[in-house]
């Protein structure tokens, strides 16, 4: 059963540019969430996918767009970045909405 | 609002010492509460869960009860390894919600 995959691991970006992360879910998982992890803070929630429909925002700008694909997989698209967008970026995915999460190892972005 | 508070590390200890991580939670409902370890460069993996009020999550050793009654959830371990340093997220999720999380506690265990 392969997990979660995230790519790519670390990238860096200059502030004003656009980036995309992509994510593959774990086999079988239809829901999948993207949470940002500054450094030494806890992860806070995006944004959640369901069956390529989206299904509940966190309190991030328009600036922060995804997608969710007919296999599952997804994207996190960060538009206009400013230099406070630097984190770790995780994806998540689940069975279904109320599924225990079952997390990625991350998308280290930094902004300069 | 939702919302998870952890004590604030670093927590230092020697190999073998027992381990005490408090969690305290304010949720508008009935939410189910974890526990989630990260090791150094990966994400996060779920430690153990807990669904409602008394139910004891345990794993690898860990432990943590469902308080209600102190809207705690502790983690506990009786004797901790060099390999438990990582930092350790308490979070908790109502039904058909999204995971709300402290902000993490690093653990660092010294030989």
């Known amino acids: 059963e392969t997990g979660v995959t995230q790519s790519p691991t670390h990238l860096i970006k200059t502030r004003g540019q656009q980036v995309t992360l992509r994510c593959s879910s774990q086999s079988g998982h239809n829901t999948v969430s993207w949470y940002q992890q500054a450094l030494g803070q806890g992860p806070q929630f995006i944004f959640q996918y369901y069956r390529e429909e989206e299904n509940g925002r966190g309190n991030f700008p328009p600036r922060f767009s995804g997608l969710q694909f007919p296999n599952y997989s997804s994207e996190l698209n960060v538009n206009a970045l400013e230099l406070d967008d630097s984190a770790l970026y995780l994806c998540a995915s689940s069975l279904d909405q109320d599924s225990p999460l079952h997390f990625g190892n991350g998308t280290r972005l930094t902004v300069t | 609002g939702d919302s998870v508070t952890q004590m604030e590390g670093p927590v230092t200890l020697s190999e073998e010492a027992f381990l005490t991580i408090n969690c305290t939670y304010t949720?508008?409902?009935?939410?189910?509460l974890f526990w989630y370890v990260q090791y150094p460069g990966e994400g996060l993996q779920l430690l153990l869960k807990a669904t409602k009020a008394d139910d004891k999550g345990s794993n690898k050793g860990f432990e943590a009860t469902y308080r209600k009654e102190t809207t705690s959830f502790h983690l506990e371990k009786g004797s901790v390894q060099v390999s438990d340093s990582a930092v350790y997220f308490c979070?908790?999720?109502?039904?058909?919600?999204?995971?709300?999380f402290g902000k993490g506690t690093m653990l660092l265990v010294s030989p």
């Open positions: 949720a508008t409902g009935y939410p189910s």
């Open positions: 979070a908790l999720k109502e039904p058909y919600s999204t995971l709300t």
